[in-house]
């Protein structure tokens, strides 16, 4: 083995796999208006003067056709006809959030909980409209006070597990998700995220077993699939993931990040040349995506293609700047060039994006001589 190869086989490529942690809902992020069902209608009428119902119904179709200000003065002439109109409170703070008027979109959901405060819905929404803002602490805030209020209404507690589980408070997620569980066995989103949670925690079996069940709950799931995948691969099982992951793109041939993370376990598995297409074919579907040209680099390491790894990291570079494993495999590369002031460039830069074994290369190498 010559002095080239002995380093080769000391050093480890970097191979990104990414993975779909969290179910997503965008219908849960979008403005909501309330049209009254005939039932709730007929109720109101009793108490409701027909001017109030005739302004509401005019607010309604001005806010669908987007016509926010005319949208305004229809729901604030139903409310002055009609103090207690809670759905017109309701209606009219949402459409103040379509106007980007905060104040006065919480306000008139504060006054719609007031009258209907078995709900959270108007709760919930002021929610909604701050995390729209990026105030997650105020978002939690108002999920947490939904919740309160009807602590059985499942996107309450699914909305604030998502934010909980970015930020990695996991045990409070957990608990979300559990009591998500709790009130609907068959929510096959709960079970995903929750082996997510797992999954971090390290706890592979259960992981597995709760992404199975959201594959059983939702054949459709491709999410589940691509995560049971990861888990499998984790466990080192890579045929079962190979599996997995051909699950989830059967149900969506374009789904790249599943393409990429089979590649992922191929190169695990030892079979670069399935890896290599797999790549290859993430780079087709999604030119812009720099891990797929990362992983093609570690393959082309692996296969002493270093000119051609080094292209393929600067493939990743130019995709996104920001990228360590590509400096760090780039490094690699130069190095089995011997090209030494570059390798150390490179992996210095990656040590500066978080990539700790770049630095490990870099000061134990002669690095410092450049």
Known sequence: MNTLQKKLSMMKTVVTGLMIAIGASSSLAQDEVKVLTASELEALKSQMPIEAENAYNAGIADYQSKNYNGAITNFSSAIDVYPQFEKAFFNRGMTYFALNKQAEGVQDLLKAHELNPKSGESLFQIGLNYEKQGDKE?????????????GKETKFLYKRSLILFQDKNFDQALADLNAIIKVDPNYAYAYND????????????????????????????????????????????????????????????????????????????????????????????????????????SVLIKQEKYEEAVKACDAAIKNNNAFGPAYYNRGIAYEMLRNDKQACEDWSKAAELGIEAAGSYYSNSECYNF
Request: glycine share 6%; no cysteine.
């Open 138 to 150: 105020n978002a939690l805030n108002y999920f947490g006070k939904a919740i309160e209020a009807n």
């Open 194 to 297: 929750r082996g997510s949670i797992y999954k971090e925690q390290g706890k592979m079996d259960d992981a597995i077993a709760d992404y199975k069940k959201a594959t059983t709950l939702d054949k459709s799931l491709k999410i589940a699939f691509n995560n049971l995948g990861s888990a499998y691969r984790k466990k080192g099982d890579f045929d079962k993931a190979i599996e997995a992951y051909n699950s989830a793109i059967a149900l969506d041939k374009n789904f790249h990040l599943a393409i990429n993370n089979r590649g992922y376990a191929k190169f695990e598995k030892g079979d670069l040349a399935g890896a290599l297409a797999d790549f290859d074919e993430v780079i087709k579907l999604k030119p812009d995506y720099a891990p797929a040209y990362n992983n093609k680099a």
